[in-house]
Structures are given as C-alpha cells and as structure tokens.
T-cell receptor, first 115, second 112 residues
Framework: NAGVMQNPRHLVRRRGQEARLRCSPMKGHSHVYWYRQLPEEGLKFMVYLQKENIIDESGMPKERFSAEFPKEGPSILRIQQVVRGDSAAYFCASSPPGREGEKLFFGSGTQLSVL | GENVEQHPSTLSVQEGDSAVIKCTYS??????FPWYKQELGKRPQLIID?????GEKKDQRIAVTLNKTAKHFSLHITETQPEDSAVYFC???????????FGQGTTLQVKP
C-alpha cells in the first residue's frame, strides 16, 4: 500500500503565477487534509476535504487559495497569483473512514518557492 | 477558538536522560491527541496517540499522559538516544469537524 503521494516535491514560481499542488491519498482513504508549514514553525491547518465535498476550510486564506478533491483523481491545492509570502512547505495528509479516521498519514510535502 | 500550546520550543538532553514535552488545548470537546515526529526535511510521522477515555498510554520508551480536567497532555521519552533528535508536534482533534490542530513544535536535541 503506497503512502500518501504528493507532487511535485519542489515547485518554483514567479510572483503572479499559479501553483498547483497534487495529493493522492493512501488507498482506501477518503479524507484529505492540507497543512502549511513555514520554516521552524508548526503545521497550520488549511482545509479538510472528503470526496467532492469541503468539510472545513476555516484555515484557507479568503482569496487566491482553493482546494478540491474530485470523485476521480488527486486532491488539488491551487494558489493563484502567488506572492513571496506563499513560500512554504505544503503537506497533505489522508485518513481512512471510520474510527481509524482519527489517524492522519502525511505525504512528503511540496516545497513551494516564489521568486 | 481552537488552539494548542506546546512547551518548550527547544529541549536539549544528554543521551540516556528523559525528555518531557507538554501541551495544553482549548477545545473541551477534543477527544483524540496524537504526537508526531518530524526529522529534518521529512514528513511528520505518528509515534503515539491517546484517546480521551484513557489517562496514559505506553509504547516502549515513549509514553503519553492526558489530564482532561486540566486540558493538558504530555509526551515522555525515556533513555533518550541521538536518533530521537527531531521536532515533535502534539495535536488535538477538534470536536466539531474533527480536524487536527497542531502545537508549535519542540526541537529535541539528544547529545551523545
């Protein structure tokens, strides 16, 4: 069972461009979470999704950021018109349905650098 | 709102000593408290967790204690080894949507 897969591992964008970060959850997992981590800081919650449904987006900036988890395919975190302050590591995590759904399994992250 | 505070931010111990990291949470409806270890440049990995219906859980050299009344929980690592050096994060699962809120992290250095 492959773990949570994120790509790309590193993404470089110029200010004003769009960044698309992909996350494929573990097989059988139906819940996806996105977190942002700045250097030497904690994991900041952004959004929690189930298939075709946003459960909690209380950590998402109101503008430029969006997330989806379609019926088929990976979850996508999209950042439009990136700015230098968006530079960070973005981690995706997934969890299974049911009682074990409390346990989050993390991907290796995407390091976004905005020039 | 939902918040998790973690202390200390850095901790340095000699190999073989014990290390204790403490967290407090604000959401009284939280019922699940995991601890993650993150090595430099790697993904966070779950090392131990505890549910609100128990007060203590052990797994070899690591243990977690929970005081629901005081809303705090702690990670204890005994007989520390250099490979325990990493950043440790506590987290609490919120009562409403079930997302995990993380503490700020503790950088543990174990000196040989």
């Amino acid at each position: 069972n492959a773990g949570v897969m994120q790509n790309p591992r590193h993404l470089v964008r110029r200010r004003g461009q769009e960044a698309r970060l992909r996350c494929s959850p573990m097989k059988g997992h139906s819940h996806v979470y996105w977190y942002r981590q700045l250097p030497e800081e904690g994991l900041k919650f952004m959004v929690y999704l189930q298939k075709e449904n946003i459960i909690d987006e209380s950590g998402m900036p109101k503008e430029r950021f969006s997330a989806e988890f379609p019926k088929e395919g990976p979850s996508i975190l999209r950042i439009q018109q990136v700015v230098r302050g968006d530079s960070a590591a973005y981690f995706c995590a997934s969890s299974p349905p049911g009682r074990e759904g409390e346990k989050l399994f993390f991907g290796s992250g995407t390091q976004l650098s905005v020039l | 709102g939902e918040n998790v505070e973690q202390h200390p931010s850095t901790l340095s111990v000699q190999e073989g000593d014990s290390a204790v990291i403490k967290c407090t949470y604000s959401d009284s409806a939280s019922n699940y408290f995991p601890w993650y270890k993150q090595e430099l440049g790697k993904r966070p990995q779950l090392i131990i967790d505890i549910r609100s219906n128990v007060g203590e859980k052990k797994d070899q050299r690591i243990a977690v204690t929970l005081n629901k009344t005081a809303k705090h929980f702690s990670l204890h690592i005994t007989e520390t080894q250099p490979e325990d050096s990493a950043v440790y994060f506590c987290a609490a699962r919120t009562g409403n949507t079930g997302k995990l809120i993380f503490g700020q992290g503790t950088t543990l250095q174990v000196k040989p």
